[in-house]
């Protein structure tokens, strides 16, 4: 029997009562920066200060966003300048990030786990094609640029704020078939599995609602708390930090809690939980003037 056939076919039914409660798909790039916030390893350091830091981490999420076994590796390169005097507590920080991974297409979204929901039919007939069950890849720039004022509670505390904004561009195959799914016109293909041929199908509805698009821009936020083990952090230093990324309204915000603790040679490594990579581990190093 022509088992793909006939999924494709039931598209026919299904394309005129697709509305705008369809699936929604994120970029992965609308994840928050990885790049933590660096400080002042001796807090009777009152002078001006640059800090130049590169970094790797691993990136994943086991379900997201109506996608699932999300892997990613990348890098991030980040500069500090620290005001000095009277004006100490104030900085300027610049993250580039990239990274590239691959992942599902996948339901995870509470109704769309009802096969028989009419907003959500013709996507779960889609992931039971050829090119539903693929693994699809993903390339992510993102840019943070922040003002942020660091304070030091003693020789031993410090907490802060920072604002500013980030911005994102992506690529790859996972943007691509997002967009393609979430257009007006939708080609799908399934196999014939006796025949092996591929049968295309056009819908005049989109399967998906695509939120991201390939870029996007929005307001970005860091507040953190951290302590010094030791009066000039010979024993190195520990930070607790909540990122956020505002952008578009409050469903689309995205955030991430950080613990990172830095070794008194410059070297650090840490662990963040958040939405989209929903678990992060990093490892990087600090280079101070």
């Known amino acids: 029997m022509m088992k793909s056939g006939f999924a494709l076919i039931s598209f026919l039914a299904i394309a005129p009562m697709l509305m705008g409660c369809t699936p929604r798909m994120r970029s992965m790039g609308g994840s928050v920066e990885v790049a ?43 500069f500090t300048y620290r005001m000095g005097g009277g004006a100490s507590f104030l900085f300027f920080n610049a993250a580039l990030s990239g990274f590239h991974g691959s992942l599902n297409f996948a339901c995870t979204d509470e109704d769309c786990s009802d096969p028989d929901d009419s907003y959500y039919r013709a996507y779960h007939k889609w992931l039971e094609t050829s090119e539903g069950g693929k693994r699809y890849d993903f390339t992510n720039l993102q840019e943070r640029l922040l003002v942020g004022l660091d304070f030091d509670m003693g020789s031993y505390l410090f ?16 943007d691509k078939k997002r967009g ?65 990324f505002l952008k578009d309204g409050p469903s689309m915000w995205t955030r991430s809690w950080k613990l990172t603790y830095w070794h008194p040679t410059g070297f650090y490594g840490g662990a963040a939980w958040g939405d989209l990579l929903n678990y992060t581990a990093y490892v990087g190093k600090t280079f101070t003037f």
Do not use: C
Request: aromatic share 8%; proline share 2%.
């Open 36 to 78: 933590p916030i660096t400080h002042r390893a001796d807090a009777s350091n009152k002078g001006s200060q640059m800090a130049l830091d590169a970094m790797g981490f691993f990136a994943g999420s086991d379900e997201t966003e109506n996608v699932s076994d999300v892997r990613a590796f990348g890098g991030t390169a980040s």
């Open 159 to 174: 907490a802060g704020v920072a604002v500013g904004g980030q911005a994102f561009q992506g690529g790859g195959s996972y």
């Open 180 to 244: 393609n799914l979430a257009s007006d016109t939708v080609v799908v293909y399934g196999v014939d599995e006796e025949t092996g041929e591929t049968s295309p199908i056009t819908i005049n509805a989109p399967i998906i609602r695509d939120a991201d698009g390939r870029y996007g821009f929005g307001v970005a936020t860091v507040a953190w708390m951290g302590a010094r083990f030791g009066k000039q952090s010979e024993y190195g230093n520990l930070s607790l930090e909540l990122s956020t």
